[in-house]
């Protein structure tokens, strides 16, 4: 995890991929898909800020009927 300025964290390629569970070749996938969790190219490594892996996720959310 990398702190930024604002305070806010940044994962690594490897980190997004553990907190997903799948591989970081389904993330250069996507990438180069342009699908999936916007990332910030910093030189030859790519990082994906918290608040959009957590959004991402959201988003496949899946609600069932009757609840817990």
Request: net charge positive; aromatic share 4%; hydrophobic share 30%.
């Amino acid at each position: 995890l990398k702190e930024i300025a604002d305070g806010s964290l940044m994962l690594t390629e490897k980190e997004t991929a553990r907190v997903l569970n799948c591989g970081r070749s389904t993330l250069a996938k996507h990438r180069s898909k342009g699908i999936g969790i916007p990332y910030v190219k910093l030189g030859r490594s790519c990082r994906c800020h918290i608040d959009d892996i957590l959004t991402y996720l959201k988003s496949k959310k899946v609600e069932t009927e009757g609840g817990y």
